[in-house]
């Protein structure tokens, strides 16, 4: 098992930044893809940014392009998801996930943290 969780949200203003975390505790972290997802009231879960287990690959939604940025350190178990020029479309409960492809599909992520909530308002 993978325990996940997701700390760094909070409240920002138009065009401010916030970086989250996502640390890992149990299995081998670093033999696996971690993906980061979104969901706003009422919307569904959407894809925002994945890295392979290597760093070697990473994936970036059309929304987030330029703006987010995805890293990870394996020796730390961690990942990070800098978000910079935030706006108001990017609340939502940001949830990290980790799981074995490289994919943006949220149903092929086995493992998912409980989520932290970023909102960007002025």
């Known amino acids: 098992q993978v325990q996940l969780v997701e700390s760094g949200g909070g409240l920002v203003q138009p065009g401010g930044s916030l970086r989250l975390s996502c640390t890992a505790s149990?299995?081998?972290?670093?033999?696996?893809?971690v993906g980061w997802f979104r969901q706003a009231p009422g919307y569904d879960r959407e894809f925002v940014v994945l890295?392979?287990?290597?760093?070697?690959?990473?994936f970036y939604g059309d929304s987030v392009k330029g703006r987010f940025y995805i890293s990870r350190d394996n020796a730390k178990n961690t990942a990070y998801l800098q978000m910079n020029s935030l706006k108001p479309d990017d609340t939502a409960v940001y949830f990290c996930?980790?799981?074995?492809?490289?994919?943006?599909?949220?149903?092929?992520?086995?493992?998912w943290g409980q989520g932290t909530q970023v909102t960007v308002s002025s």
């Open positions: 996930a980790a799981g074995f492809v490289p994919t943006r599909a949220p149903s092929a992520y086995k493992f």
């Open positions: 149990g299995r081998t972290f670093g033999n696996l893809t």
């Open positions: 890295i392979s287990s290597s760093s070697f690959l990473t």
